[in-house]
């Protein structure tokens, strides 16, 4: 019930407001059947996308992102300042990821938001109000079926998949402002989110790869592409530095490369490359799609670019 609510709102933008048991019917096949239709409520699309990243921004804990998220799906007006809702957010969504409905539930949520609505210039729409409802509502049930429940764990990886997969440009939009902040990729981040979804009977990795591909060689994907390349150019060259420094060492030659080895990311992106390569998904059936994608146009422009950055390194 939770994941099909999950989808009704976030893909369809229409939902059932009353979930409540005797709405709902398990059919002998195994499906989920709901029953009385009068309190629905429908999202735009635009604001779909934001609320799904909202929900990325608590479960990695960026209060900041949330607070904005507020500010563009137009609960707050656009001058609104805040900077003081940041501490007052973190203070009710803190610990979601482990919690469960019987110690953290969307009642307490709403009890602790209240306040906030008359504290903050908050607007909040119809179905803003409906969506609480219907999770309070599925709430009570899973407290009586599992109180040991933890929703915000079973909506992260059902999120980090549509940001990860979904090729739509509001979306993609929304992974490049979540991944890419102030300047930096954020690797921890994209870490999170592929940690989530590559155990996935739905994962694709070689799929993933194509559309990321095809991302970063948009005009939207421009920005990212160019930190990209610049992050794998300074951790391959901090790379040569240490291995220099190792082979130096090993023939008695002291040469130092100290303030040349702070590469924090490197570690992170060896990481990644490796929760890749042990994705449940990359098998020898993947063996001839990865070939295509190396193949690709957009790989050896990725490759020349990297190419090119480190040969500017290396003769200036």
Same mark, same amino acid.
């Given at each position: 019930?939770?994941?099909?609510?999950?989808?009704?709102?976030?893909?369809?933008?229409?939902?059932?407001?009353?979930?409540?048991?005797?709405?709902?019917?398990?059919?002998?096949?195994?499906?989920?059947?709901?029953?009385?239709?009068?309190?629905?409520?429908?999202?735009?699309?635009? +604001?779909?996308?934001?609320?799904?990243?909202?929900?990325?921004?608590?479960?990695?804990?960026?209060?900041?992102?949330?607070?904005?998220?507020?500010?563009?799906?137009?609960?707050?007006?656009?001058?609104?300042?805040?900077?003081?809702?940041?501490?007052?957010?973190?203070?009710?969504?803190?610990?979601?990821?482990?919690?469960?409905?019987?110690?953290?539930?969307?009642?307490?949520?709403?009890?602790?938001?209240?306040?906030?609505?008359?504290?903050?210039?908050?607007?909040?729409?119809? +179905?803003?109000?409906?969506?609480?409802?219907?999770?309070?509502?599925?709430?009570?049930?899973?407290?009586?079926?599992?109180?040991?429940?933890?929703?915000?764990?079973?909506?992260?990886?059902?999120?980090?998949?549509?940001?990860?997969?979904?090729?739509?440009?509001?979306?993609?939009?929304?992974?490049?402002?979540?991944?890419?902040?102030?300047?930096?990729?954020?690797?921890?981040?994209?870490?999170?989110?592929?940690?989530?979804?590559?155990?996935?009977?739905?994962?694709?990795?070689?799929?993933?790869?194509?559309?990321?591909?095809?991302?970063?060689?948009?005009?939207?994907?421009?920005?990212?592409?160019?930190?990209?390349?610049?992050?794998?150019?300074?951790?391959?060259?901090?790379?040569? +530095?240490?291995?220099?420094?190792?082979?130096?060492?090993?023939?008695?030659?002291?040469?130092?490369?100290?303030?040349?080895?702070?590469?924090?990311?490197?570690?992170?992106?060896?990481?990644?490359?490796?929760?890749?390569?042990?994705?449940?998904?990359?098998?020898?059936?993947?063996?001839?799609?990865?070939?295509?994608?190396?193949?690709?146009?957009?790989?050896?422009?990725?490759?020349?670019?990297?190419?090119?950055?480190?040969?500017?390194?290396?003769?200036?």
């Amino acid at each position: 019930g939770f994941q099909c609510c999950l989808r009704q709102l976030l893909e369809e933008g229409y939902f059932h407001a009353d979930p409540h048991p005797g709405n709902l019917l398990a059919t002998p096949d195994g499906k989920l059947a709901y029953l009385d239709f009068g309190m629905m409520s429908s999202v735009e699309p635009s +604001y779909r996308y934001r609320l799904l990243e909202s929900v990325v921004h608590i479960v990695i804990g960026d209060f900041e992102g949330l607070a904005q998220d507020y500010v563009k799906l137009d609960f707050l007006p656009p001058e609104t300042d805040v900077t003081s809702l940041i501490p007052e957010l973190t203070d009710i969504f803190g610990g979601v990821m482990e919690a469960t409905v019987s110690t953290f539930g969307f009642n307490r949520i709403i009890r602790k938001l209240s306040p906030l609505l008359y504290k903050y210039p908050f607007k909040l729409p119809t +179905y803003y109000l409906l969506i609480f409802r219907s999770a309070a509502t599925l709430e009570g049930i899973a407290i009586k079926l599992n109180p040991n429940f933890q929703p915000f764990n079973e909506t992260y990886p059902y999120v980090a998949q549509r940001l990860l997969t979904d090729s739509s440009p509001e979306l993609r939009t929304c992974l490049q402002e979540i991944v890419y902040q102030d300047g930096d990729i954020q690797w921890h981040v994209l870490e999170e989110l592929l940690g989530q979804v590559r155990t996935s009977r739905k994962f694709d990795i070689s799929a993933l790869l194509n559309q990321g591909l095809e991302f970063l060689y948009s005009e939207q994907g421009s920005i990212l592409r160019n930190a990209l390349v610049e992050e794998m150019v300074s951790s391959i060259e901090n790379l040569s +530095y240490k291995t220099l420094g190792q082979i130096t060492a090993s023939v008695g030659f002291a040469v130092n490369v100290t303030g040349k080895l702070e590469s924090p990311n490197l570690e992170r992106m060896e990481k990644i490359g490796a929760m890749i390569i042990q994705s449940s998904r990359f098998d020898l059936e993947s063996v001839p799609k990865m070939l295509e994608l190396l193949l690709k146009q957009e790989t050896q422009q990725l490759g020349q670019q990297i190419a090119s950055e480190i040969a500017k390194r290396m003769f200036r």
